[in-house]
């Protein structure tokens, strides 16, 4: 059966008090819309069309890459005049299912029963317990409880603010979220009023013009409130944020890797892991990153778009991104791999070394503060403490050639474009401008000089 999705976007939401959109906040790295969004494809609709409003330019724009629809809804007039914008542009065959902007972490097969409940012919509605139902829309049941489950059947849904005190007592709450035979939801959408305490049109009120028309409504529910949570304020978003990353931890030591602790772990992207992967806390992993066998993670490292091969020990406090790191290499602590670092295997990376867009061949090492930029380092190179390459003159970026075994002293300036041949020595304190031939020694510093005896100034006596 045909299956479209309409997500109400328009919403303001002040609560954020945000100049951005609601939607646009994001969770895990990912806008909420874009959670929404990414869900609702896995149900492969027919059709998607997102109800923008509140910020409508932004939020088209963040998502415009994609193929989807989006109306837009001005001004906002509530939920029903929200769906009312989609119906033209709506199928009227098969299932229209109503997802929430700001509720980012509902699970497909979720909306998968509450579409199969929905059977082309019922109304139905995702419900949820709530301990603290305060705010949401009532389910309200009939009293007679004529099913043979024994629970009455639904006979409207109740909005807090227009609700009785018995009604407020109602815990089973409506999540937001409803699929119906789109046909007949266009027809009760027509029939919508603003007569009630917020002066809106409510999308809750076409319950009520299903049961008129003796159409039935069914519910599906979820034991998992997490699903069904909405964003309305920046308290809210941190929650779900914690939850969410919950979800990312559970899943990771499901599959074996050793999180020290599962409420310090941040992805806001995805993580592959092999065996006997070990990370500590604090560290965040965005874009996508690969963690080998046996790779280890120090604390409070900032890791992404990297791949970490196996037996690799990232030390804490270390920042990669854009970078690759060999089999068994060490990298930090308080290192920073830039964009284009490629090391090999067993390389060591040390202390307050940076590495941009430069490749070191196995077994190189770089262990205290050194710059590497625009290099290509052999293996067994060993550069010294406080040793760079000079690789930017200005205006234009040059490379430096490193050849295998060299050996480079501390403090040395190696100004590119330079080649330093294989199992070359570059004396320490030296600025290398010219070409080094292989296997030479290469020194580019003033000479000592001596003066014996020499006496320091004094302080004339007071
Ligand atoms: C709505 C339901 C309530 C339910 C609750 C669940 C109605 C009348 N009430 O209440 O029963 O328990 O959600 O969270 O539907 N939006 C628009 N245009 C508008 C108004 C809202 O696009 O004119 C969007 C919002 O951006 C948001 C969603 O609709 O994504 C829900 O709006 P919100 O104001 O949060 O609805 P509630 O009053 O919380
Ligand atoms: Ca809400």
């Known amino acids: 059966m045909a ?74 007039l509530g939920t029903g005049h929200a769906v009312q914008q989609a119906v033209p542009v709506l199928p009227d065959d098969g299932v229209a299912l109503v997802l929430n902007g700001d509720v980012p972490l509902i699970r497909a097969a979720t909306l998968r029963a509450l579409v199969d409940a929905s059977a082309g012919k019922r109304l139905a509605l995702l419900t949820v317990e709530l301990a603290n139902p305060f705010g949401y829309g009532r389910i309200v049941r009939g009293s007679e409880a004529g099913d043979a489950d024994g629970i009455g059947a639904v006979q409207a ?3 807090e603010k227009d609700a009785t005190p018995l009604q407020r007592q109602i815990t089973e709450v409506y999540t937001g979220i409803l699929a119906a035979p789109a046909a007949l939801l266009k027809g009760w959408l027509a029939r919508l009023t603003d007569r009630n305490a917020q002066g809106e049109f409510y999308l809750t009120d076409v319950v009520a013009h299903a049961v008129a028309d003796g159409v039935e409504v ?24 914690r939850r969410l990353q919950r979800r990312h931890a559970d899943a990771l030591m499901e599959s074996g890797v050793r999180l020290a602790d599962p409420s310090r772990f941040d992805l806001r992207g995805t993580l592959a892991c092999g065996m006997d992967v070990e990370i500590d806390v604090g560290c965040v992993f965005e874009g996508e990153v ?21 037996g690799a020990v990232i030390h804490p406090f270390t920042h990669i991104e854009g970078a690759s790191v060999g089999a068994g290499a060490l990298v ?3 290192a920073r791999l830039r964009p284009g670092a490629t090391l ?47 690789n930017y003159d200005g205006a234009n970026k040059h490379r430096t050639t490193i050849g295998a075994d060299v050996h480079v002293g501390s403090n040395c300036v190696l100004v590119a474009p330079l080649t330093i041949g294989a199992g070359a020595t570059i004396g320490g ?34």
């Open 3 to 76: 299956l479209s999705v309409v997500i109400m976007a328009a919403g303001k939401g002040t609560r954020m008090r945000s100049a951005r959109p609601k939607v646009l906040h994001t969770l895990g790295g990912t806008p909420l819309l874009g959670h929404v969004l990414a869900t609702a494809e896995t149900l492969a609709p027919s059709r998607c069309i997102v109800v923008t409003g509140h910020g409508a330019e932004l939020v088209e724009a963040a998502f415009a890459a994609d193929e989807r629809l989006f109306v837009r809804q001005m001004p906002q």
């Open 157 to 159: 849904i109740v909005e």
């Open 218 to 241: 069914c519910t599906a529910s979820t034991a998992d409130e997490t699903e069904v949570l909405g964003v309305n304020s920046p308290a809210q978003l941190a929650d779900l944020e």
């Open 290 to 310: 690969s963690l080998g066998d046996g790779a280890r993670v120090g604390a409070h490292c900032v890791i992404r778009d990297a791949q970490v091969a196996a």
């Open 332 to 334: 930090g602590p308080f």
């Open 344 to 390: 090999g295997r067993e390389v060591h990376i040390g202390n307050f070394v940076e590495v941009k867009n430069s490749t070191l061949a196995d077994g190189a090492k770089a262990n205290h503060l050194a710059y590497l930029g625009d290099a290509t380092v052999g293996e067994r190179v060993n550069v010294g403490a406080g040793s760079i390459t000079a």
């Open 429 to 462: 304190g030296s600025t290398i401008t010219r070409t080094v031939a292989p296997g030479s020694l290469a020194i580019g510093r003033a000479r000592q000089v001596a003066f014996a005896n020499w006496e320091r100034p004094k302080k004339a006596p007071q």
